[in-house]
């Protein structure tokens, strides 16, 4: 009796409840449009919006419609380019431990509904973007087709610099919201895109490092595959010393800001040099990108705070 009743009950408890269906839909539709990604990036898109508001003497409410519509458009191009970017690279995913859970590789959403998806946010978002100025407009098919073409199509499969080109991308949200508010961009502007540009690449190579076993898998090129750790934690170095001088071109934003953007300049170096030839390699890797993800809030949120006064 006790084996028929759980033949019997099988087929209902192995049926997922509706919510519990429902509650997957949505976090397979968050992997696929890297949702952590989104986020991140329109805390830029933020800060370039205020920062605008502030070097032009401007009120927050008086272009609230601004700023909602240049993170919505935000929203749609860097979603949709996330999308595009789970359609090409479904076959390596599916090689990666970091990405085989992919939907784009379990099957949960099909190939076309992926393409058709991706396609489409990133066209709705750039034209929504172009509603509020050229300038916006261009930045956000720039940050799409960088990433897109560029890195995912051309180089993130052939070269080493796939990292650099890769970076194009995530520097363009704060031009983005910025240009949302003055198409003129001012030179303070191309400061921040300089910094989110700096901050990716020793960001990723960390990442890079400790997914190395996953990209040789695939074939992917990235440097800690093809020149080893040596190579790729010197490089790491040297792009986080590049970031020193970038937050003294923020003077006029705020000295307390320079002093903020210095001290987590200064702490990311120290990070990176505390055991830099006696550590395990994958451990300093993960350290330095634990701090990046730390500086990267914490230098946004700082923009963000200093351009309310």
Same mark, same amino acid.
């Given at each position: 009796?006790?084996?028929?009743?759980?033949?019997?009950?099988?087929?209902?408890? @192995?049926?997922? #409840?509706?919510?519990?269906?429902?509650?997957? &839909?949505?976090?397979?539709?968050?992997?696929?449009?890297?949702?952590?990604?989104?986020?991140?990036?329109?805390?830029?898109?933020?800060?370039?919006?205020?920062?605008?508001?502030?070097?032009? =003497?401007?009120?927050?409410?008086?272009?609230?419609?601004?700023?909602?519509?240049?993170?919505?458009?935000?929203?749609?191009?860097?979603?949709?380019?996330?999308?595009?970017?789970?359609?090409?690279?479904? @076959?390596?995913?599916?090689?990666?431990?970091?990405?085989?859970?992919?939907?784009?590789? *379990?099957?949960?959403?099909?190939?076309?509904?992926?393409?058709?998806?991706?396609?489409?946010?990133?066209? !709705?978002?750039?034209? %929504?973007?172009? =509603?509020?100025?050229?300038?916006?407009?261009?930045?956000?098919?720039?940050?799409?087709?960088?990433?897109?073409?560029?890195?995912?199509?051309?180089?993130?499969?052939?070269?080493?610099?796939?990292?650099?080109?890769?970076?194009?991308?995530?520097?363009?949200?704060?031009?983005?919201?910025?240009?949302?508010?003055?198409?003129?961009?001012?030179?303070?502007?191309?400061?921040?895109?300089?910094?989110?540009?700096?901050?990716?690449?020793?960001?990723?190579?960390?990442?890079?490092?400790?997914?190395?076993?996953?990209?040789?898998?695939?074939?992917?090129?990235?440097? #800690?595959?093809?020149?080893?750790?040596?190579?790729?934690?010197? =490089?790491?170095?040297?792009?986080?010393?590049?970031?020193?001088?970038?937050? &003294?071109?923020?003077?006029?934003?705020?000295?307390? !800001?320079?002093?903020?953007?210095?001290?987590?300049?200064?702490?990311?170096?120290?990070?990176?040099?505390?055991? &830099?030839? =006696? @550590? @395990?390699? %994958?451990?300093?890797?993960?350290?330095? !990108?634990?701090?990046?993800?730390?500086?990267?809030?914490?230098? &946004? %949120?700082?923009?963000? !705070?200093? *351009?309310?006064?």
């Amino acid at each position: 009796m006790a084996n028929a009743e759980v033949v019997k009950e099988s087929p209902v408890t @192995d049926v997922p #409840p509706k919510r519990e269906r429902k509650t997957s &839909f949505l976090r397979e539709y968050l992997i696929l449009t890297k949702v952590g990604i989104v986020n991140s990036n329109l805390l830029t898109v933020l800060a370039g919006i205020f920062m605008a508001l502030h070097y032009n =003497q401007l009120s927050f409410m008086a272009h609230i419609d601004k700023a909602i519509l240049a993170l919505i458009g935000s929203y749609f191009v860097i979603a949709g380019s996330g999308t595009l970017n789970n359609y090409i690279d479904r @076959d390596i995913d599916s090689l990666m431990n970091r990405t085989k859970r992919r939907p784009s590789v *379990s099957g949960k959403f099909s190939p076309k509904l992926i393409l058709t998806l991706g396609a489409s946010y990133v066209t !709705f978002g750039t034209i %929504l973007l172009f =509603q509020l100025s050229f300038t916006a407009g261009l930045a956000g098919f720039i940050g799409s087709f960088s990433y897109v073409v560029l890195y995912t199509l051309w180089t993130k499969r052939r070269y080493t610099l796939n990292t650099v080109v890769g970076s194009i991308s995530g520097a363009m949200p704060p031009l983005i919201g910025w240009a949302a508010i003055d198409p003129m961009l001012h030179p303070a502007a191309w400061v921040v895109f300089s910094i989110m540009f700096l901050w990716q690449i020793p960001h990723f190579l960390a990442l890079a490092m400790k997914k190395t076993e996953d990209y040789r898998r695939a074939k992917i090129p990235m440097l #800690p595959v093809v020149e080893g750790f040596s190579m790729t934690k010197r =490089q790491i170095m040297v792009w986080i010393i590049c970031l020193l001088p970038l937050p &003294f071109y923020l003077f006029d934003l705020s000295p307390y !800001f320079v002093l903020l953007a210095t001290l987590l300049n200064v702490g990311w170096i120290f990070v990176g040099l505390k055991g &830099f030839k =006696q @550590d @395990d390699d %994958l451990k300093w890797a993960n350290r330095v !990108f634990i701090y990046s993800l730390n500086y990267l809030t914490a230098m &946004f %949120l700082g923009l963000i !705070f200093f *351009s309310l006064f």
